[in-house]
T-cell receptor, first 113, second 113 residues
Framework: KNQVEQSPQSLIILEGKNCTLQ??????????LRWYKQDTGRGPVSLTI?????NTKSNGRYTATLDADTKQSSLHITASQLSDSASYIC????????????FGKGTRLSVIA | DAGITQSPRHKVTETGTPVTLRCHQT?????MYWYRQDPGHGLRLIHY???????DKGEVSDGYSVSRSKTEDFLLTLESATSSQTSVYFC????????????FGPGTRLTVL
């Protein structure tokens, strides 16, 4: 069964610190992997998208990595800000099936002063 | 929110009543989706549309119907609302299925008493 598992479920960090969120998937065949940021009360917004051949992609203070061999991805946030407080959702796209997008349950990040 | 609006944004209704949620886009994207988001679950696909009058079921379609009479509008109907349909509903759009980023609307919070 196609699945996306994210860890940790929640995380609290101090402003200015770095953190790393994890995503493991069993989706096959693999097409791409996206990280979304969802602020409370808002819809998800795409941060990065990576295909099979890409190992790293950055978007400002956000850096996503992908290891297609081990089927793992991470999202690293550098010098966290209060505005980084949100849920981060890993989404893996398959090349087939009626529901090609498989969503993780998300990691809830809280950045405190 | 990428030219996507949802209405209403909040609704409280009683069990057994019909409910229709509306999604409107100004991006002229071919694909439109309805998801629900519940605590402890990732976003789950209810129905999607790949063109005017062309729709298909997602993984949690029971109890829901959809219609798309114009490119810009995608309606989600709960024929007879139940308490299990209390959720936050998100509409999303994309240019193609799977490969392209999905852009999400602001969500509709539905409470069924």
């Amino acid at each position: 069964k196609n699945q996306v598992e994210q860890s940790p479920q929640s995380l609290i960090i101090l402003e200015g610190k770095n953190c790393t969120l994890q995503c493991n998937y069993t989706v096959s065949p693999f097409s791409n992997l996206r990280w979304y940021k969802q602020d409370t009360g808002r819809g998800p917004v795409s941060l990065t998208i990576m295909t099979f051949s890409e190992n790293t992609k950055s978007n400002g203070r956000y850096t996503a990595t992908l290891d297609a061999d081990t089927k793992q991805s991470s999202l690293h946030i550098t010098a966290s800000q209060l505005s980084d407080s949100a849920s981060y959702i890993c989404v893996v796209t398959s090349n087939s099936g009626n529901t090609p997008l498989v969503f993780g349950k998300g990691t809830r990040l809280s950045v405190i002063a | 929110d990428a030219g996507i609006t949802q209405s209403p944004r909040h609704k409280v209704t009683e069990t057994g009543t019909p409910v229709t949620l509306r999604c409107h886009q100004t991006e002229n994207h071919r694909y439109m989706y309805w998801y629900r988001q519940d605590p402890g679950h990732g976003l789950r696909l209810i129905h999607y549309s790949y063109g005017v009058k062309d729709t298909d079921k997602g993984e949690v379609s029971d109890g829901y119907s959809v219609s798309r009479s114009k490119t810009e509008d995608f309606l989600l109907t709960l024929e007879s609302a139940t308490s299990s349909q209390t959720s936050v509903y998100f509409c999303a759009i994309s240019e193609s299925r799977g490969k392209d980023t999905q852009y999400f609307g602001p969500g509709t919070r539905l409470t069924v008493l």
